[in-house]
């Protein structure tokens, strides 16, 4: 059983950056895609990134294409969101997922998930 833990949200101006980081334990990291989501009350859960197994293939949601980053360190078991230029719209909970396989858009394929990290964005 794959766990996820998610870490370094937090309070930032508008303008600014946070580097999210997600550590897996449980599983064969190398083994699994990863991607990023987010959450704010009374939405539903929406995909911001992804990355395969092997860092080749990245894709993001064109709200944050050109201002965040996602990238991954195999030997850490850790994926990385670099987020830059944050806006106020980009508060969420952000959530890291899970799966053996790559390519999903919808939440409802990723199989694992972790417990989200708040990121708020102040004008």
């Known amino acids: 059983q794959v766990q996820l833990v998610e870490s370094g949200g937090g309070l930032v101006q508008a303008g600014g950056s946070l580097r999210l980081s997600c550590v897996a334990s449980?599983?064969?990291?190398?083994?699994?895609?990863m991607g990023w989501y987010r959450q704010v009350p009374g939405k539903e859960r929406e995909f911001v990134a992804r990355i395969s197994r092997n860092s080749v293939f990245t894709y993001y949601d064109d709200s944050v294409k050109g201002r965040f980053t996602c990238s991954r360190d195999n030997a850490k078991s850790t994926v990385y969101l670099q987020m830059d230029s944050l806006r106020p719209e980009d508060t969420a909970t952000y959530y890291c997922a899970a799966d053996t396989t790559y390519g999903f858009d919808d939440a409802a394929e990723w199989t694992y998930w972790g417990l989200g990290t708040q990121v708020t964005v102040s004008s």
């Open positions: 449980g599983g064969a990291f190398s083994t699994l895609a």
